[in-house]
Nanobody, 115 residues
Framework: QVQLVESGGGLVQAGGSLRLSCAAS????????MAWYRQAPGKQRELVAA???????NYVASVKGRFTISRDNPKNTVYLQMNSLKPEDTAVYYC?????????WGNGTLVTVSS
């Protein structure tokens, strides 16, 4: 059973930056498209950024130009560099496969952006 462990969240002021990491217990990244998702309080989980096996990257409009998704296959890790953070980015961030989340969700990592 593949396990996904997200880390790197925290409290940051608006305009600040964070780098999230997602480590997988198995060698999954080379065979799967991966993505970051987030769930804000009282809202549904949404896709934030996706990185396909072919290297195509897609971002939700609200984070374009501010967030960057990348991965390190040998380390079985996917990253999300988040710059120019806004209060509306506050959420629990998760990683999983894309376009369907085929693995069990991890605990996520909480990002809180203060104004």
């Amino acid at each position: 059973q593949v396990q996904l462990v997200e880390s790197g969240g925290g409290l940051v002021q608006a305009g600040g930056s964070l780098r999230l990491s997602c480590a997988a217990s198995g060698s999954i990244f080379s065979i799967n498209s991966m993505a970051w998702y987030r769930q804000a309080p009282g809202k549904q989980r949404e896709l934030v950024a996706a990185l396909t096996r072919g290297g195509i990257i897609n971002y939700v409009a609200s984070v374009k130009g501010r967030f960057t998704i990348s991965r390190d296959n040998p380390k079985n890790t996917v990253y999300l560099q988040m710059n120019s953070l806004k209060p509306e980015d506050t959420a629990v961030y998760y990683c999983n496969t894309h376009p369907y989340a085929i693995y069990s969700w991890g605990n996520g990592t909480l990002v809180t952006v203060s104004s």
